[in-house]
């Protein structure tokens, strides 16, 4: 736990700094393309489980943006955020509905991950608003593109509408703009924030890995998934690119 004073009040940030994890290399640009071939239909889990981890995920984003919101240093910089965060519930309320359509209880699914995906969140967090501001732009890009990406091995009925779901970002460039002007506020901000991008990337795969159904054949599943988690890296580093910041 540490406490840090930001805009004439005193923070209490819950968590702690996880320990960086090694992530893959990535392949040339051609081995990326080819990635998007790869079948791993086999690797989604079944629809419900598949929603309730997303949806769950969706409004843990939710309530980050509302921390955020609540310790944003200006009311221009509330307005802004607060755009995002309702866009972010707007993925969640999808999700759910999708839940209730095909016959499930969103809460009692849900239930299953709360454990683990509030631990992610109350891990990684970061010691201060800007911290907490690229977790929402990091971390629920990656996510939204690794769900979006196992939305195609999912039913006809649910898949399409997962990923359209999933897709909509207009929120996203409210938190860029936020980040953008922090950085050029701070001269010694860019530097930390991009070790904390690259500290973010390592454990937001694990969420993505625990999220994967195995088939029991260990080296089948990493051969396959791998050339996915090259995709999701590389976006990664494109998202960590657009506030220039070192991936």
């Known amino acids: ?28 640009r051609g081995e990326s393309r080819a990635a998007r071939r790869v079948d791993i239909a086999d690797l989604v889990p079944e629809p419900v489980t598949y929603l309730a981890q997303a949806a769950y995920f969706q409004l843990g984003v939710f ?56 631990g992610f969140r109350q891990a990684t967090l970061g010691s201060d608003w800007a ?27 649910i898949g399409p509408r997962a990923a359209q779901i999933l897709g909509e970002d207009e929120g996203t460039h409210m938190i860029v703009t936020e980040l953008r002007a ?16 690259r500290r973010l990337v390592g454990d937001t795969l694990l969420v993505a890995r625990s999220a994967i159904h195995a088939t029991g054949d260990l080296a089948s599943d990493e051969s ?10 590389a976006a990664h580093t494109r998202r960590m690119d657009s506030l220039g910041l070192t991936a």
């Not at 911290?131 to 009925?157: K, M, Q």
């Not at 922090?182 to 991008?197: E, N």
């Not at 396959?224 to 890296?233: D, K, Q, W």
């Open 1 to 28: 736990m540490c406490r840090v004073s930001y805009a004439g009040h005193v923070i209490t940030w819950v968590g702690r700094r996880p320990q960086r994890a090694d992530i893959p290399r990535l392949k040339p």
């Open 131 to 157: 911290e907490l501001l690229l977790w929402c732009f990091l971390t629920a890009g990656f996510l939204d593109d690794f769900f979006i990406r196992l939305s195609a091995g999912l039913p006809s009925d």
């Open 182 to 197: 922090a950085i050029a506020m701070d001269q010694g901000l860019a530097s930390r924030l991009a070790l904390w991008g």
């Open 63 to 118: 309530e980050s943006l509302a921390l955020a919101i609540a310790t944003a240093p200006s009311i221009h910089a509330k307005e802004n955020l607060s755009t995002a965060a309702g866009r972010v519930l707007a993925k969640h309320h999808g999700l759910v509905a999708e839940m209730k359509r095909r016959g499930n209880d969103p809460a009692e699914a849900m239930a299953s991950f709360a454990r683990q995906l509030d």
């Open 224 to 233: 396959r998934i791998e050339p996915v988690f090259t995709e999701l890296i």
